[in-house]
């Protein structure tokens, strides 16, 4: 796990790549995109389990990561003010499933700014708007008791784009996030460009082998076609 900084209120920023975000969004148009970048990336860099959309959803995009003071949580709306089209906002919020920290007026701020999505290592609420504005979020929970902010005025004591832990993988700033229905899968800035290299090309198989599949091919001719099903 990374080492999370305890000093709050550190506000970093990093350069975007679009057009290497492209080749991830190419991705996402295949069937069950978080599979084939865990496959891809040997079973690594998945969040847990419990981490799911409320609705049905999919997104890439460069992570802006979130520390937030566990006990003590805030609406990361900074967050909102340095996100940029094109990322996804990923927040450590200690694994709180008892307090939102998005909702339905912060989900649509954001989407105003072009950012994709959410995810959080913790809770969100407000389900029924955020799913007809059509901006979704990964959450441990969902519940109706939001943070203190609205009531103390506090919403800065929280770190932004500096190493975290989300869902039991370290996220750095910048980091590519593929979600979908069946989960998170994190890619590492360094390794991103040949990742998705191969995902797409594990797309491209698995449109064959879906092709052979229809023509009522055998588990055994699959097997010696393609290796693997």
């Not at 799911?52 to 890439?60: D, E, L, Q, S, Y």
Request: aromatic letters at 6%; proline letters at 5%; hydrophobic letters at 40%.
């Amino acid at each position: 796990m990374p080492e999370t900084s305890t000093d709050l209120r550190v506000f970093n920023d990093f350069e975007r790549n679009p057009e290497l975000l492209k080749k991830f969004d190419k991705v996402l148009e295949a069937y069950s995109a978080s599979a084939i970048f865990a496959d891809v990336q040997y079973r690594t860099g998945v969040m847990d389990s419990a981490i799911k959309p409320p609705f049905r959803a999919k997104v890439t995009g460069q992570a802006v990561t979130v520390q937030l003071s566990k006990g003590d949580l805030v609406d990361p709306l900074k967050a909102l003010e340095m996100g940029q089209p094109g990322d996804v906002i990923v927040v450590d919020a200690g694994g709180d499933v008892n307090t939102s920290v998005c909702g339905g007026l912060m989900g649509g701020l954001a989407k105003n700014r072009g950012i994709r999505g959410m995810i959080v290592d913790g809770a969100g609420r407000d389900t029924d708007e955020l799913e007809d504005i059509n901006w979704p979020i990964w959450t441990r929970a969902i519940t109706p008791r939001g943070t203190h902010t609205m009531f103390s005025g506090r919403k800065e004591e929280l770190s932004i784009n500096v190493p975290i832990a989300c869902g039991g993988v370290v996220v750095n700033p910048g980091d590519f996030i593929v979600a979908d229905l069946m989960g998170v899968c994190v890619i590492p800035l360094e390794t991103a460009e040949e990742v998705v290299r191969l995902a797409q090309e594990q797309a491209d198989r698995e449109v064959a082998t879906r092709e052979w599949v229809a023509k009522g091919k055998t588990v055994e001719d699959l097997l010696n076609e393609f290796g693997r099903i």
